[in-house]
C-alpha cells in the first residue's frame, strides 16, 4: 500500500508541477498522455518503458511523427491510423519505446498545432515528468532511478 500511496503523489506532484507551468507561467507543459506516463515513472519506475530515453525520445518521435504525417496528408481519419502505425515502428527503430507516447499522433492529428508543439509541451513536459522522477523516486527506500539513460 506505502509504494502504491507513493506512486499516486508522485504522479500527483509531477502533473501539479506542469499545470503551474501552464496556469501560472503560461507555458504550455501539458497534453494528457504524461498523465500516462506518470502511471509508468512512478508505478513501475524500474520498467525500460519507464526510462528517460523512453518517455522523452518516445514522446518526440512519436509526435514528431504525428506533425509528419499531418503536414502531408492533413488531419484524415484514416492518417491517424498511420501516425500511430509508423509512431510504433519509429519507437521501435530508435528503442524509444514508451506506450503513453503512442497517443501523441492521435492528439497531433486532431489539435493540429504547428511544429513548435515538440518544445511546448512535449519536451517541456517529459522533462518535468523525468525531474520530479529524478527527486521523488531517489527518495523511495530501495529505489534507483533511472535505471539507465541511454541504454
Known amino acids: 500500500m506505502r509504494e502504491t ?3 499516486g503523489l508522485g504522479g500527483m506532484l509531477a502533473i501539479s508541477l506542469l499545470a503551474a507551468l501552464t496556469i501560472n507561467a503560461g507555458i504550455p507543459a501539458l497534453m494528457a498522455p504524461l498523465g500516462a506516463s506518470c502511471f509508468l515513472v512512478f508505478a513501475v519506475p524500474e520498467s525500460p518503458f519507464a526510462q528517460p530515453r523512453s518517455l522523452i525520445g518516445g514522446h518526440l518521435v512519436s509526435s ?9 496528408a492533413g488531419p484524415e ?3 491517424m491510423g498511420v501516425s500511430v502505425g509508423l509512431a510504433i515502428i519509429a519507437m521501435q527503430l530508435t528503442r524509444t519505446g514508451h ?3 503512442g497517443a501523441d499522433p492521435l492528439l497531433v492529428l486532431m489539435i ?3 511544429w ?3 518544445a ?3 519536451l517541456i513536459g517529459t522533462i518535468g515528468i523525468v525531474s520530479v522522477a529524478l527527486i521523488f523516486n531517489n527518495l523511495r ?4 532511478y533511472p535505471r539507465y539513460w541511454c541504454g
Open 64 to 72: 514528431a511523427v504525428g506533425l509528419t504525417v499531418l503536414a502531408i
Open 116 to 118: 513548435l508543439f515538440l
Open 77 to 79: 481519419g484514416w492518417a
Open 141 to 144: 527506500p530501495g529505489q534507483g
Open 99 to 101: 506506450p503513453p507516447a
Open 112 to 114: 493540429q498545432p504547428d
Open 120 to 122: 511546448t509541451p512535449v
Open 5 to 7: 500511496l507513493f506512486a
